[in-house]
């Protein structure tokens, strides 16, 4: 059983940068791939960026490349995401999520997820 807590959401300009972090219980985070999607109202979920259990390998949706970074530290159970160069349709809430499968977190079937943080970017 793994549980997530995310944080780090806020307001921020168009431009600025915002770190997210997601700490997760349970001795095992370390078998985990662990990623990050969002969500805007009335839209589904939409996968961000994704991170092996090692961190060896990383994927990133189109519409952030070069722009965010994931990035975990297994001592400390935690996986971030690195947010720059953000705009306005970067708001969404942002959802942690964790599977022994690298492809469901991608792909939205991840066995958990945490709460959920709000991200606004303003123009």
């Known amino acids: 059983q793994v549980q997530l807590v995310e944080s780090g959401g806020g307001l921020v300009q168009a431009g600025g940068s915002l770190r997210l972090s997601c700490a997760a219980s349970?001795?095992?985070?370390?078998?985990?791939?662990m990623g990050w999607l969002r969500q805007v109202p009335g839209k589904e979920r939409a996968p961000v960026a994704a991170?092996?259990?090692?961190?060896?390998?990383?994927s990133y949706a189109d519409h952030v490349k070069g722009r965010f970074t994931i990035s975990r530290d297994n001592a400390k159970n935690t996986v971030y995401l690195q947010m720059n160069s953000l705009k306005p349709e970067d708001t969404a809430v942002y959802y942690c999520a964790a599977d022994f499968s690298l492809n469901r977190v991608v792909d939205g079937t991840a066995g958990y997820w945490g709460q959920g943080t709000q991200v606004t970017v303003s123009s």
């Open positions: 349970g001795r095992t985070f370390v078998r985990y791939a």
């Open positions: 991170i092996s259990w090692s961190g060896g390998s990383t």
